[in-house]
């Protein structure tokens, strides 16, 4: 078991239909994260693995359903 750092940690990454490549902006902002908190190369592995799918199956099954809701231009915030 892990434990959580003692400060609260939050982290909200937002991407639009304008984000380029959203999957590969989630692994690098979880790899960045997690290698923060000090996680071993085999947990970061696992988790930028799992974040991965569930990302670009999000992208893969939503995009292009219909007229964008998105109203800003900006590509990604995190």
Do not use: F, Q
């Not at 990302?55 to 995009?63: G, T």
């Amino acid at each position: 078991m892990i434990s959580a750092p003692s400060a609260a940690l939050g982290l909200v990454c937002r991407w639009t239909d304008h984000t380029i490549n959203p999957t590969g902006e989630a692994r690098a902002v979880l790899r960045r994260v997690l290698k923060d908190l000090g996680l071993s190369g085999d947990v970061i592995s696992d988790g930028v693995l799992a974040v991965s799918e569930l990302v670009a199956n999000a992208h893969e099954h939503v995009h292009g359903r219909g007229p964008s809701t998105s109203t800003s231009p900006s590509s990604s915030h995190c």
